[in-house]
């Protein structure tokens, strides 16, 4: 009888704990999400109603890469920003903004790379050069100002975050001062959705600021792939880098 008593508990025991797991706090996913980041190895994509910045890091490597697209009607100009094994190199083409004459040197007009020899450069004509291991996506400060959550399906989450706890980023390409002073209160409550593979790490993180003011409505949409697949980028060729203290000559002339 005591044997069986005993066997009884046992399978008590084991039935007990076949229930399944707790469900994840959805907070705590979406943290959890923006781990892998500091792995600094995936591919990206930030896509905004003006502008495009997409790239891959490779942090172990010291390599990088990060394009930005802008749209604005007036200011289009594009940016590619290459680091290879510690050495930083960027093209820049400012030929479709407005008020620049036709003659440009060929570092501004995407012809020719700009050798980032000087360390102490950190940016150039506000354009921002972020290093090997930066989280250039936005992604975590985005994740951290959420205030509000819910699941919505199988790896699948939306609810709102507070946009005066997101900041401008390592790109500045996040909410601006005068976007935010304009918003007001709604700046607090802008909805989002969030998407995680199955291991847990986030994938998409989409939201849609409402216009305010003279700041027209803008969708912003972050995409992540490659986790631990990024490929280090190609190094320019040596016959399309310029010299560097010419080009800061002619770059200073503008």
């Known amino acids: 009888m005591q044997l069986r008593a005993v066997a009884a508990v046992l399978v008590a025991l084991a039935l007990g704990g076949c229930g399944g797991e707790t469900p994840e706090d959805p907070f705590d996913a979406l943290d959890d999400s923006v781990v892998a980041l500091l ?13 495009v910045v997409d790239g891959s890091m490779l942090a172990d490597a010291r390599s990088m890469r990060v394009r930005l697209d802008s749209r604005v009607q007036g200011q289009q100009f594009t940016s590619d920003f290459v680091t290879v094994a510690g050495d930083r190199f960027v093209l820049l083409d400012f030929s479709k903004v407005e008020n620049m004459t036709s003659a440009l040197p060929d570092v501004m007009t995407g012809q020719k790379w700009v ?30 100002a959420v205030t509000d959550v819910r699941e919505t399906g199988e790896n699948t989450y939306a609810g709102t975050l507070d946009l005066t706890q997101v900041g401008p980023g390592v790109l500045r390409v996040g909410p601006t001062a005068e976007l ?13 959705t969030a998407t995680l593979d199955g291991e847990g790490r986030l994938t998409t993180f989409v939201y849609d600021v409402p216009a305010a003011g003279s700041v027209p409505a803008n969708h912003v949409e972050l995409s992540l ?3 631990g697949a990024a490929q280090p980028p ?21």
């Open 115 to 144: 050798p980032l020899t000087d360390p102490a450069v950190t940016e150039l004509g506000g354009i921002p050069f972020p290093a090997p291991g930066d989280d250039v996506t936005g992604a975590t400060a985005a994740v951290r």
């Open 39 to 51: 792995d600094g190895n995936y591919t990206f994509t930030h896509t905004t109603t003006y502008q």
């Open 225 to 227: 792939t490659g986790y």
């Open 234 to 254: 190609a190094r320019p060729d040596p016959a399309a880098v310029a010299n560097y203290d010419e080009a800061m000559k002619a770059i200073q002339r503008r």
């Open 180 to 192: 935010l002073a304009q918003l007001g209160t709604a700046a607090s409550a802008v909805p989002f």
